[in-house]
């Protein structure tokens, strides 16, 4: 093809090719502080030194899962006030020494028992906004739910009222979402939240929001949060003739603890815009009271740990009777995995529970041996014969944590989640009820061993969907 140019030039060509590929990846992994499992920084090698020509565009546009940092920025530290004795204050001091914020005092909570009161808190909280209303989430549906949302919003906004709407890029093509240009011309402001065709620099392409909240009123004495796992689509809510509604948690409150949410969208508006907000971090020491109030445990690219990670970590640990986790796809990684078992084998309580199929066939095959170490362990598997698209874990009576995040690799470390954490053991044994209503319908189940060909499937999934 090029005259004159020999075997050994396109060869010493290859290999400096592969060597700038390896160089880019190792240099980035160490510039950025990045940390993957050893599996997944092996895959990364051997793709590079087999086909760098791929690889390299590939890594550059999904390889990275932590947005790079300041150097040197302080995290909160455990407060004074808390004695490590305290058994009731693990929760507490774990999250503070990762740089979440410090337990805030509530009011109001509701639990919604059903898509249908979950519906009516969002209309009610749309109509009784008085100021701004600021709404982040991963799904908008073209269907009822969705049309009526946009109507709300866009009938706010011309009273006068900001609107402020933030919606995941790839969130909004996975699903279609009905056309947000009347909100626009409404006065609202819209703005996705990284759209896959983009500057790698702005934001990764498989680093996603998968953050739900709706915040009425913020920084106004009244303000108000909604959150949970719910997308705003009809499947979450109201379901459609032949297809019932899915199983899902979400709750609104009122309190100061609002404003770490209102703190996180900001946070992440300015992110989506292309501007840097860096959270003030305030290390003075708190007088916090075990058992009191409730904290917003932000988990993803823009936190140095891998927070939610490490506070299940720290929770199966610890815990001493019993731990309920509620999740549509449980495909956690071998730390997280072993924790849960060695909690099981030490006399804890662990229930999980999940749909019989869920709406991610591939999910459900790869949890297969995640459930049989569980329950050979001694943890207790029930499946729903419903959809369950729940996020809830509840461990002894000091800590429930509901939100966005599912128990997989990609809530736990690709994600932009969002888990609020209540530690009142009144609160708690609330969230234990729901649980059990919802355990209610479910079939305990004990997993069988695949032969050949279900162990390589199994295991196939699992290598290419949740390692990178």
């Known amino acids: 093809m090029f005259p004159g140019l020999t075997l050994t030039y396109w060869l010493t060509l290859h290999g400096l090719v592969t060597l700038m590929a390896v160089l880019i990846y190792v240099i980035t992994a160490h510039v950025l502080q990045q940390r993957r499992h050893p599996t997944a920084a092996i895959a990364w090698v051997l793709f590079m030194l087999l086909v760098p020509y791929v690889a390299l565009p590939t890594f550059l546009t999904f390889g990275s899962r932590k947005q790079a940092r300041p150097r040197g920025q302080p995290m909160r530290l455990a407060p004074a006030a808390l004695s490590p004795e305290d058994e ?7 999250a503070l020494a990762m740089g979440q914020s410090a337990p805030a005092e509530f009011t109001d909570l509701h639990v919604h028992a059903d898509g249908a009161e979950a519906l009516q808190a969002v209309w009610q909280l749309i109509a009784e906004a008085q100021h701004s209303i600021e709404l982040c989430t991963f799904i908008i549906g073209r269907d009822a739910v969705g049309h009526a949302l946009i109507d709300r919003l866009c009938a706010k906004a011309r ?16 699903t279609a979402s009905p056309s947000m240009q009347a909100l626009i011309s409404a006065g609202g402001t819209v703005t996705r939240f990284v759209p896959p065709l983009h500057s790698p620099l702005k934001g990764r392409s498989n680093l996603r929001d998968h953050r739900k909240m709706l915040i009425a009123d913020a920084d106004h004495a009244m303000q108000r949060l909604w959150c949970g796992g719910r997308n705003l689509a009809t499947e979450y809510f109201e379901g459609e003739p032949g297809l019932p509604a899915w199983h899902d948690l979400s709750f609104d409150l009122r ?19 292309g501007r840097r907000l860096d959270t003030v971090r305030d290390d003075e020491p708190v007088d916090i009271q075990p058992g009191r109030g409730a904290q917003l445990i932000a988990s993803g690219p823009d936190q140095f740990d891998d927070t939610l990670h490490a506070l299940l970590l720290t929770a199966a640990y610890r815990a001493r009777s019993r731990i309920a986790l509620s999740t549509p796809y449980f495909v956690p990684d071998s730390a997280l995995l072993m924790a849960l078992c060695m ?27 995640a459930l049989r ?17 729940a996020k809830l874990i509840v461990v002894d009576e000091l800590l429930a944590l509901a939100g966005s995040a ?12 969002l888990m609020m954490a209540f530690h009142e053991p009144g609160v708690v044994e609330r969230f234990a009820e729901w649980f059990e209503t919802e355990r209610a319908s479910a079939q305990r189940s004990l997993p069988e061993q695949p032969g050949l060909l ?4 199994e295991g196939l999934v699992l290598w290419l969907g949740f390692q990178l």
């Open 88 to 94: 009731r204050a693990w929760a507490v001091q774990t």
């Open 159 to 174: 009273a006068g009222v900001r609107v402020r709407l933030m919606i995941d890029g790839l969130g909004r093509l996975m």
């Open 255 to 273: 309190g100061a603890v609002v404003q770490q949410a209102v703190a996180l969208f900001e946070h992440d508006w300015a992110f989506a815009n």
């Open 343 to 369: 909690a099981a084998r030490r006399g804890v309580v662990v229930d999980l529970l999940l749909p019989a199929r869920s709406n991610h066939r591939l999910s459900d095959l790869a949890r297969r041996r």
């Open 373 to 389: 170490a569980l329950a050979a362990a001694g943890g207790r598997i029930w499946l729903v014969p419903h959809m369950l698209h």
């Open 406 to 417: 599912n128990l997989d690799s990609r809530s736990l470390f690709l994600n932009y989640e």
């Open 454 to 457: 279900g162990d390589m499937a």
